[in-house]
T-cell receptor, first 116, second 113 residues
Framework: DAGVIQSPRHEVTEMGQEVTLRCKPI?????LFWYRQTMMRGLELLIY????????DSGMPEDRFSAKMPNASFSTLKIQPSEPRDSAVYFC??????????????FGPGTRLTVL | GQNIDQPTEMTATEGAIVQINCTYQ??????LFWYQQHAGEAPTFLSY????GLEEKGRFSSFLSRSKGYSYLLLKELQMKDSASYLC??????????????FGTGTLLAVQP
């Protein structure tokens, strides 16, 4: 199994530019999560999808952030326009649907975003 | 509100035992997870507790007391490779089926020779 795949692994951009992060979940997983991790705030959930449908986007910081999941094998997180405070590591994770059991979330390697 | 507390840092000696505590206050409870995260890497799953008591898996054990809102991760026979951040995460219950996790800020464990 290839695990969760994220691209790019590193992104350096200038303030005001659009940034698109990509994620391919583990095949057969139909829950997908986007997280942001910083030293100050730790790991924060931004948004999650079940069966390609956004369930909870309360963690999305503001309208500059948007996420889509057009099909079961692909999701994007877009920041437009980007700001220096968006600099962080962005993780994508996937899991089997919750059934009251051990639906472990498997994390991708992350995208380290630096906005200058 | 939702709140998860863990110590920020801990130091222990190779071969010793260390206990990392986690207390939580969440809107409902539907399981507690521990993840390990090495520097520059993604979090990886260590353990899961939903009922009170101890779950053992090799050198790692995790304990849960739901009435006290408390969990700990116990690492035995510490090795240098155990130096990492340990994240406590709680799955709440918000009225529907959810697998949303709330993470603590993590405990950075340094294992010294």
């Amino acid at each position: 199994d290839a695990g969760v795949i994220q691209s790019p692994r590193h992104e350096v951009t200038e303030m005001g530019q659009e940034v698109t992060l990509r994620c391919k979940p583990i095949s057969g997983h139909n829950s997908l999560f986007w997280y942001r991790q910083t030293m100050m705030r730790g790991l924060e959930l931004l948004i999650y999808f079940n069966n390609n449908v956004p369930i909870d986007d309360s963690g999305m910081p503001e309208d500059r952030f948007s996420a889509k999941m057009p099909n079961a094998s692909f999701s994007t997180l877009k920041i437009q326009p980007s700001e220096p405070r968006d600099s962080a590591v962005y993780f994508c994770a996937s899991s089997l649907p919750w059934a009251g059991g051990r639906d472990t979330q498997y994390f991708g390697p992350g995208t380290r975003l630096t906005v200058l | 509100g939702q709140n998860i507390d863990q110590p920020t840092e801990m130091t222990a000696t190779e071969g010793a035992i260390v206990q990392i505590n986690c207390t939580y206050q969440t809107s409902g409870f539907n399981g507690l997870f521990w993840y390990q995260q090495h520097a520059g890497e993604a979090p990886t799953f260590l353990s899961y507790n939903v009922l009170d008591g101890l779950e053992e898996k090799g050198r790692f054990s995790s304990f849960l007391s739901r009435s006290k809102g408390y969990s700990y991760l116990l690492l035995k026979e510490l090795q240098m490779k155990d130096s990492a951040s340990y994240l406590c995460a709680v799955r709440g219950r918000d009225g529907g089926a959810t697998n949303k996790l709330i993470f603590g800020t993590g405990t950075l464990l340094a294992v010294q020779p």
